[in-house]
């Protein structure tokens, strides 16, 4: 009889053990598209990234650098105060996308060029992504909304 529960309690364990590692496979599966890391454009030229790497790039989209191509083609650079990273994508921009403002895009880094496949934009007067505000704040260039 003790040998029996003995023998139940094993089973469990490993049954638990087994379900708890198929979990956790299935839900890094699910993720390995979803999990973008995000860079400054000082972390990108000090180190590029993989062409194939999919990540986030954020900054302030430089004044006077903002030029349409043809069609929806839209190159501009992005910067963070301490390097510039140039930016060309093929779609439409957010509403509240300018120069001088807050951006992130999602894309990878080919041929000295960040290829964006998403951008966003701020959302109202004094919203930045906070993975920006950080990087700004690194290269001492962030000024909070309001003050001069």
């Not at 364990?13 to 379900?19: G, K, L, N, P, S």
């Not at 963070?80 to 093929?90: I, L, W």
């Not at 960040?114 to 109202?124: G, M, N, Q, R, S």
Request: glycine letters at 12%; aromatic letters at 8%.
């Amino acid at each position: 009889m003790k040998n029996l529960r003995k023998r139940r309690r094993v089973q469990i364990i490993a049954i638990a053990a087994v379900a708890l590692i198929a979990a956790t496979a299935l839900i890094g599966y699910g993720m390995r598209d979803g999990i973008n890391f995000f860079r400054s454009p000082s972390q990108v030229i000090a180190e590029p990234p993989a062409p194939s790497e999919v990540f986030r790039i954020g900054g302030l989209v430089e004044g006077g650098s903002l030029t349409r191509g043809q069609g929806e083609e839209v190159r501009f650079m992005v910067t963070d105060g301490g390097a510039s990273v140039p930016v060309v994508y093929r779609g439409i921009l957010p509403d509240l996308f300018a120069e001088n403002e807050g951006m992130v895009g999602t894309g990878s880094y080919r041929d000295g060029v960040f290829v964006a496949t998403e951008i966003l934009a701020k959302h109202d007067e004094t919203y930045m992504p906070r993975e920006v505000i950080d990087a700004l704040k690194e290269q001492g260039v962030y000024q909070e909304p309001g003050g001069s």
